[in-house]
């Protein structure tokens, strides 16, 4: 399955992916509720300093006792102690509030990383059981984005979301609150002038989820890059082709610029805009407010406090509008998250598998065909047998689909049609794990994980005992390499296994499929990249790991060839020729003949 970089099909299904993401959140539950209740005072304190402007204005400045009933009994406050206790409890008020703040933050911090890292491990999770194939089509770009960033914008940003609408949505509620107190004729043009300010940001959702799009778009592809520069180094080194690499990296990083400026001219006047509506309502309530004032309907503290919560209230506002407009943000992020989700290895596990105990008689292709793509078939109709502890060689032209043969036993790819059998079991009826756990493979470039030797060795059979893990090093003939080490055994490797040399890397790969002890062996071009010395090292180490075993082997090292049981001949897909190494040379115009003749003759009078 092939991922878009920035579209994913659910992302307008809103409840859906609430839905979705609801799990997730539930176990947290108790903290994110805990979260919004504290969203709650938090937004309304906002209105109680506005608020305590209209007794200080009132009784403080205008210079009067404050005097009230309660409870039958009248009480006189001064207005010399109103002054003193306004601004302590505008302190206190504000002390109160910071620390609700803090706890606000703090739990609604923890319990969204809690929920982003639950969806980050199930994601990791789908990746894992995703098949080569995925990994074939999907650049590393896309995928770090969508595993790693995509969650924190959609759990992050629906939790961090939802607690910044209650708190903006509260304090708004509040400072309305106090404004209708105050006079609700002023306060009435203040919720007009509320209104106006929303509609820019209906106006310009559209526009602002086009940009960012694109702009996922291209932060994928500066991620494919810097990827690339990183693994390519020595290519990219050999042929310099830093400029190369800058140029690409400077039009990503100048259409992001673009990008980003296009959401600025798109977006940017949001603000101003809202500032100007914002503005015009002040001018138009400065105006009334006076007028009112002026002819007795409403007092100047009342006003005060009126126009405090509608200063005040153009935050909140703002809040609630750039909220509402990153939502679609956090809905795309949603719909590319929980597609993940719903992915499914094309290649799986029957219902009811069969647990592969031992391979007892021969391997079997019935009359297979594949091809990585509908239209091009890679391997056509290829009928072979296998028997038991025999060695077969692969030969054939470069391209013709050698690798791609044996990559079909352990189910990288699954057939087109015909069938792979073990013992007369079709391998797709077998469980993945056994089937692969009967595998030993050694690849042409062999990947090694950051960690020590011996955990890249023992990756092939962590129960290995450690007189198994001696001997593994010992038919590898890596231990004189091992012991020229500071840290022998336990030395760290580079994030590829950098600080071997490529011989080392490859007997490092052989340790680990020995160790294994898999009754079924796949070499593929395991030898290809050393030199004559090192490649006759290799070689014997790859003569311990093929005994009693059932071998497929390509190689272009005569001396394997002809060492195997038989040679399988794969041309252009097709299988031209089978036999043992004398079969073939007596076909006159044979094609493995014509290999001979070619490539391994050369390496016979060199070997003899
Ligand atoms: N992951 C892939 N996706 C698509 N096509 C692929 C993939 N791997 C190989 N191919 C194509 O399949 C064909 C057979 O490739 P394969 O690697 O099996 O050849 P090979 O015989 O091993 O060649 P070589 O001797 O050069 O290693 C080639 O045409 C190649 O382009
Ligand atoms: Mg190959």
Redesign the pocket.
Known sequence: MKLSSTTAKNSYRYFWLLSKIFPYIKPYMGRVIAGFLVAVPLGLLDGVVAFSLKPYMDYVVGQKNLVFSLLGHTYTVSYLLLGTIIPFGVIGFALFQGVLRYLNDYISEWSSQKITNAVKISLFKTLLKMD??FY??NSSGIVLSRFLTDPDTASKGIVQNIKTIITSTCGALGLICVMLYSSWKLALIGVVVLCAAFVPVALIRKRVKQASNQNMVIGGNITTNINETYSGNKVMTAYCLQERQEKAFVNQIHESFDVAMTLIKRAGWMSPLMYLIASCGIAIVLWYGTGLILRGEMTAGCFASFVTSLLLLYKPVKTLGNTLTGLQTIFVAMGRVFELFDMEPELKECKQPKILESVNSSIVFNNISF???PE?T??KNINLEVKKGETLA?V????????????LLPRF?DVDSGSITIDGIDIRELSLSSLRKHIAMVF?DNFLFSGTIKENILMGNYEATEEKLEQAIESAHLKEALDALPDGIDTMLGERGTTLSGGQRQRVAIARAMIRNAPIVIL??ATSALDNKSEAIVQKALDNLMKNKTVFV?A?RLSTIKNADRIAV?NE?ELVELGTHDELLTHENGQYRALYEMQFRKQETVEV
């Open positions: 080569t194939k074939d089509e091809g990585y793509t091009h890679v391997l692969i054939g032209n470069s391209g013709g689909g050698k690798s791609t043969l044996v990559n790819y042409q593929d071009e390509i272009h794969i897909g």
